[in-house]
Structure formats: C-alpha cells, structure tokens
C-alpha cells in the first residue's frame, strides 16, 4: 500500500496544550497537505507544504517536512475544544492528480 | 473558497436497490473528481477518478460494474452504487480541483455520503 502512516492514532490532551501529529509517507512528493475532518464530515484543508518548503504556518497551525526523512509534522498550538477532530495527511505526487492520505490522527481536546 | 457540494448526506437502501450519489462542484469547474470511501475510524480509500467526458479510472481492486461513475459535465459527477448489499454500507466523499490545476493546489471536498444497507 502507498497510504502514509500516522501517529500517534489517537491523542487526548487538555485544552491550551499544544498537539503535535506526524506523518510518513512512501515515495517522493511535490506536496504535502493535511486535512481535517470532524465526525462524519468532509474534509477540510488546513495547509499545503511544497516539497522544497521545510516550515510554514497558519494561525495556530506549524507544519513542518523533512523530505529526506519522507516526514512531517502538524503542530496546533494552544489547543481549544474545538480542534477536537480526525487530521489527515496527504501526499500529492509530481503530475499526479490523486492525493494518498495517511491513517489519520484522532484529536480530543479535553476542555 | 471554493465549495462541492454531495448529495445526499446519508442515505439508507434495501439490500439490492441502487443508490445514487451526486457531487457537484459549485463555484468552480472540474476535468476531474475524485470518489473516496471511508470506513469507520479509518482513512480515506480513492476508489475512482472521475474525468469529464471520458470513462473514469478505477483503484485496483475496486468493481467498475458495482460502483458506476458518471462525469457528464464540468460541476456534475455522480457515483451508482448498484445492487447494494451491506458490506456496501460506508461513508462516501467526493473530491474535486478547479479545472486549471496545475499542482500545488488544495481539494476540494463535499460532506459526505452515509450509506447504510438493510
């Protein structure tokens, strides 16, 4: 399987930490997204990462990829009930269309 | 940004029926979409790509004749789940990229499909 692994699979931390989820992934890659995804819901983009970026931010959001490593890492800091979610990661790969999702990290946020 | 919208949200079908669900991009023009199943607490699974006008391109492994895709215009594709069973029973998401995707870009993605077989 190509799928990316994730982990931790589940993470239960209170509300103003922060949470820290990694991803790997398989093959080389022209970009890396992560998504979110509450219960039953669809997805929603979060950020994009470029294979020749190494950190970006969003808000609360810090991502992280060390292609040498085929990595990354999604950092939300000072956490709030609401973040309380399943986050994906995604590879794009170079002239592909498709996205390949890791196993996903479960999210609980303990007010 | 940019919204799809899939319909319907959950649905719940006699074993044997065919079910149909739309994905229509709303606000933008996709060559392309993408149909995922999701088990429960378990990742997205590509089923299919959708392409406009041509017949779509399925995953390994995944029964052409058993899930019919249809992608007759640039903001419509729509998966048939025919002669369901419960082992069909599952969550549904399609996906789709503006037309002029060049990379490095985001998907799109709708709510969800809730299938459930009796």
Same mark, same amino acid.
């Given at each position: 399987?190509?799928?990316?692994?994730?982990?931790?699979? &589940?993470?239960?931390?209170?509300?103003?930490?922060? &949470?820290?989820?990694?991803?790997? %992934?398989?093959?080389?890659?022209?970009?890396?997204?992560? %998504?979110?995804?509450? *219960?039953?819901?669809?997805?929603?983009?979060?950020?994009?990462?470029?294979?020749?970026?190494?950190?970006?931010?969003?808000?609360?959001?810090?991502?992280?990829?060390? /292609? *040498?490593?085929?990595?990354?890492?999604?950092?939300? /800091?000072?956490?709030?009930?609401?973040?309380? &979610? *399943?986050?994906?990661?995604?590879?794009?790969?170079?002239?592909?269309?498709?996205? /390949?999702?890791?196993?996903? /990290?479960?999210?609980?946020?303990?007010? | 940004?940019?919204?799809?919208?899939?319909?319907?949200?959950?649905?719940?079908?006699?074993?044997?029926?065919?079910?149909?669900?739309?994905?229509? #991009?709303? +606000? @933008?023009?996709?060559?392309?979409? @993408?149909?995922?199943?999701? @088990?429960?607490?378990? #990742?997205?699974?590509?089923?299919?790509?959708?392409?406009?006008?041509?017949?779509?391109?399925?995953?390994?492994?995944?029964?052409? +004749?058993? !899930?019919?895709?249809?992608?007759?215009? $640039?903001? $419509?594709?729509? $998966?048939?789940?025919?002669?369901?069973?419960?082992? +069909?029973?599952? !969550?549904?998401?399609?996906?789709?990229?503006?037309?002029?995707?060049?990379?490095?870009?985001?998907? @799109? !993605?709708?709510?969800?499909?809730?299938?459930?077989?009796?």
């Amino acid at each position: 399987s190509q799928q990316g692994e994730e982990d931790p699979q &589940a993470l239960s931390i209170q509300e103003g930490e922060n &949470a820290t989820m990694n991803c790997s %992934y398989k093959t080389s890659i022209n970009n890396l997204q992560w %998504y979110r995804q509450n *219960s039953g819901r669809g997805l929603v983009h979060l950020i994009l990462i470029r294979s020749n970026e190494r950190e970006k931010h969003s808000g609360r959001l810090r991502v992280t990829l060390d /292609t *040498s490593k085929k990595s990354s890492s999604l950092l939300i /800091t000072a956490s709030r009930a609401a973040d309380t &979610a *399943s986050y994906f990661c995604a590879t794009e790969r170079f002239g592909n269309e498709k996205l /390949t999702f890791g196993t996903g /990290t479960r999210l609980t946020i303990i007010p | 940004g940019a919204v799809v919208s899939q319909h319907p949200s959950w649905v719940i079908c006699k074993s044997g029926t065919s079910v149909k669900i739309e994905c229509r #991009s709303l +606000d @933008f023009q996709a060559t392309t979409m @993408f149909w995922y199943r999701q @088990f429960p607490k378990q #990742s997205l699974m590509l089923m299919a790509t959708s392409n406009e006008g041509s017949k779509a391109t399925y995953e390994q492994g995944v029964e052409k +004749d058993k !899930f019919l895709i249809n992608h007759a215009s $640039l903001t $419509l594709s729509t $998966l048939t789940v025919t002669s369901a069973h419960p082992e +069909d029973s599952s !969550f549904y998401i399609c996906s789709a990229r503006p037309v002029m995707w060049q990379g490095d870009t985001e998907a @799109f !993605f709708g709510q969800g499909t809730r299938l459930t077989v009796v």
